[in-house]
């Protein structure tokens, strides 16, 4: 019985646990709270921060709601699908390496097992913009909630011509 209870406990501790390519946890930029709870956690917008770790240059915003209330004191509680994402270019663009259209560049659950939140890149190689998607997956029946948000690759500075994502894609 024991053993069931420190593993229960694990799967809770990791259930909000992101995962992004370079390892490192989103930057909280704030938290707004749109329902107010009496004893237990306020329902919240939160704003995170990732950079594209293989395309330096480049970094998203993304808005998500988190619950409050018992299950979402606890980590248990089954985040809705509504996140809004916005990517920018803030330095000069650097490919660190070939991808693939769709390649995940983040990865965070949204419930306890079943559900999980990704941003994925791909390039538009006829305009040179890279598109990130953000969507929700379940493993059964995953949501058509989503948002896009587009990167043109623009010269930096005096950094002279700017890279084409279409030589940087595998295949």
Same mark, same amino acid.
């Given at each position: 019985?024991?053993? %069931? =209870?420190?593993?229960?406990? *694990?799967?809770?501790?990791?259930?909000?646990?992101?995962?992004?390519?370079?390892? $490192?946890?989103? &930057?909280?930029?704030?938290?707004?709270?749109?329902?107010?709870?009496?004893?237990?956690?306020?329902?919240?917008?939160?704003?995170?921060?990732?950079?594209?770790?293989?395309?330096?240059?480049?970094?998203?915003?993304?808005?998500?709601?988190?619950?409050?209330?018992?299950?979402?004191?606890?980590?248990?509680?089954?985040? %809705? =699908?509504?996140?809004?994402? *916005?990517?920018?270019?803030?330095?000069?663009?650097?490919?660190?390496?070939?991808? $693939?259209?769709? &390649?995940?560049?983040?990865?965070?659950?949204?419930?306890?097992?079943?559900?999980?939140?990704?941003?994925?890149?791909?390039?538009?190689?006829?305009?040179?913009?890279?598109?990130?998607?953000?969507?929700?997956?379940?493993?059964?029946?995953?949501?058509?909630?989503?948002?896009?948000?587009?990167?043109?690759?623009?010269?930096?500075?005096?950094?002279?011509? *700017?890279?084409?994502?279409?030589?940087?894609?595998?295949?």
């Amino acid at each position: 019985m024991r053993l %069931v =209870s420190i593993l229960a406990a *694990a799967a809770i501790g990791s259930a909000a646990t992101p995962t992004l390519a370079a390892d $490192e946890a989103p &930057d909280l930029i704030f938290k707004k709270s749109t329902v107010f709870k009496l004893l237990t956690p306020n329902d919240k917008l939160a704003t995170y921060g990732i950079d594209d770790s293989l395309v330096e240059g480049v970094a998203c915003h993304y808005t998500v709601p988190e619950k409050g209330g018992v299950a979402g004191m606890f980590g248990v509680a089954e985040e %809705v =699908s509504d996140i809004s994402l *916005a990517c920018r270019q803030y330095g000069p663009i650097k490919f660190k390496d070939k991808f $693939e259209q769709g &390649d995940v560049v983040f990865r965070e659950r949204r419930s306890l097992i079943f559900k999980k939140m990704q941003i994925v890149r791909g390039c538009d190689v006829k305009r040179n913009v890279l598109v990130y998607m953000v969507y929700t997956d379940k493993l059964i029946e995953g949501s058509p909630k989503n948002s896009t948000s587009s990167v043109p690759i623009m010269p930096w500075g005096a950094s002279g011509e *700017a890279p084409k994502c279409g030589d940087y894609l595998k295949g």
